[in-house]
């Protein structure tokens, strides 16, 4: 199949598109600034999330659509409803597969009690409310003759790169490890290879509709990722604890995002695709895994 890929410079989409190629589909890729050298069987068209005309014009063509890829700023509600827009009206009618991205902080503060998808959002994180909203955008669009599918991905981590490796380059720097108050809020982690692979499931299996969360067995207090990289990056990297009001400063709303227990369950996606999100942890991944064997990935959102 021809697949339209959102998000193929960032590091999730990336990972997405290598395993894409490798079981034999073939990536029309958009960004706003195509890859100076680009390898492999990869399309490249230059436009920006904006563009709904374009977005419209280069997926039409295509046999399905992947939409990974995110600003991650103040804008990201407006363009994200842009691309699901244009999508949605270019397979309206015609069957076709749209597969999109949300993140299992739409459930907001879960406690300790796994979120599965059949629960109703009540009282989404004010912050992704929005977010929200757009999933249930995405999963009417059956309606229209479009087979939709939304993975709401944990912590994502793995391959040396996001956000562990752009903690880790700070820590260096800096020689602290930080974490956010007490650091005893807990989150459903992936392994990016793991993730990677649901995509493609979701696309290979006519099954799959509506939304699947996207989450290992594994959950991670934020004090113990800090420690982490301290023990494993250091000597000479401390963890230690930031306010809240500090972490607002530097992080903007990320930071009220980061102190919630977002915990998961993934059943959905391993009863109905076969989905087994076997990886290493993403505990052991920091301290002997990808992040100390190979050079951290640039930081890429998603």
Aim: proline content about 5%; charged content about 20%.
């Amino acid at each position: 199949m021809k697949i339209f890929l959102t998000g193929a410079t960032g590091y999730t989409g990336s990972i997405v598109c290598q395993r894409l190629i490798a079981a034999g589909h073939a990536i029309r890729a958009i960004a706003r600034r195509i890859p100076p050298r680009p390898s492999g069987p990869i399309e490249w068209v230059q436009a920006d999330f904006a563009d709904g005309n374009a977005i419209l014009q280069y997926v039409s063509t295509c046999d399905a659509a992947i939409h990974v890829g995110a600003s991650h700023d103040k804008d990201m509600e407006r363009l994200d409803g842009i691309v699901i827009r244009a999508i949605a009206d270019a397979f309206s009618g015609t069957g076709r597969t749209f597969i999109s991205t949300s993140a299992t902080p739409v459930y907001g503060e879960t406690g300790l009690i796994p979120r599965d998808e059949a629960e109703p959002i009540l009282a989404p994180h004010p912050l992704r409310a929005w977010r929200a909203q757009h999933d249930r955008d995405v999963v009417a669009l059956s309606a229209r003759n479009i087979r939709s599918v939304v993975i709401r991905p944990g912590y994502i981590y793995g391959a040396a790169g996001g956000l562990l490796a752009d903690m880790i380059r700070v820590a260096r720097k800096t020689g602290h490890a930080e974490y956010i108050g007490a650091g005893q809020n807990v989150t459903s982690t992936v392994h990016i290879d793991a993730l990677a692979e649901l995509y493609v499931l979701a696309l290979d299996n006519a099954v799959a509709r509506g939304v699947y969360n996207a989450v290992s067995d594994e959950y991670v207090r934020a004090e113990d990722i800090a420690k982490a990289v301290a023990y494993g990056f250091g000597p000479g990297i401390e963890a230690r604890s930031i306010p809240l009001e500090e972490a607002r400063k530097r992080l903007g709303e990320y930071a009220d995002l980061a102190v919630i227990n977002c915990v998961a369950s993934s059943l959905r996606a391993r009863r109905d695709l076969n989905w087994i999100p076997s990886a290493p942890s993403l505990l052991g991944d920091l301290i002997g895994g990808s992040y100390q064997r190979q050079p951290l990935a640039p930081y890429h959102s998603t």
